[in-house]
Nanobody
Framework: VQLVESGGGLVQAGGSLRLSCAASGSTLSIDPMGWYRQAPGKERVVVAGISPDGGSTNYVDSVKGRFTISRDNDKNTMYLQMNSLKPEDTAVYYC??????????WGKGTLVTVSS
């Protein structure tokens, strides 16, 4: 399984970005996925998760109402729409796929920097 994130960059506070995660080597429609982030000097933490069919999502409290996770299984791609960005959202964002065997696959990450 290979995961490739894109869409990161520098944005001012209050702005928006849309991250994408392109997956290959997996039947995406059967695997739950999620977005994680790691801020400088901090541990990697979950941001949002989505069920295999996209019908169920969950978010960490700090991003509820601002971020939206989605997926297009036909395109083998997961997304994270981020609105009303804050400086504290600055981090490297990683996508994760949880296989049926319980293995977590990770992308290499994309950097999001929010300036105040």
């Amino acid at each position: 399984v290979q995961l490739v994130e894109s869409g990161g960059g520098l944005v001012q506070a209050g702005g928006s970005l849309r991250l994408s995660c392109a997956a290959s080597g997996s039947t995406l429609s059967i695997d739950p996925m999620g977005w994680y982030r790691q801020a400088p000097g901090k541990e990697r933490v979950v941001v949002a998760g989505i069920s295999p069919d996209g019908g169920s999502t969950n978010y960490v409290d700090s991003v509820k109402g601002r971020f939206t996770i989605s997926r297009d299984n036909d395109k083998n791609t997961m997304y994270l729409q981020m609105n009303s960005l804050k400086p504290e959202d600055t981090a490297v964002y990683y996508c994760m796929l949880l296989s049926r065997g319980g293995i977590k696959y990770w992308g290499k990450g994309t950097l999001v920097t929010v300036s105040s």
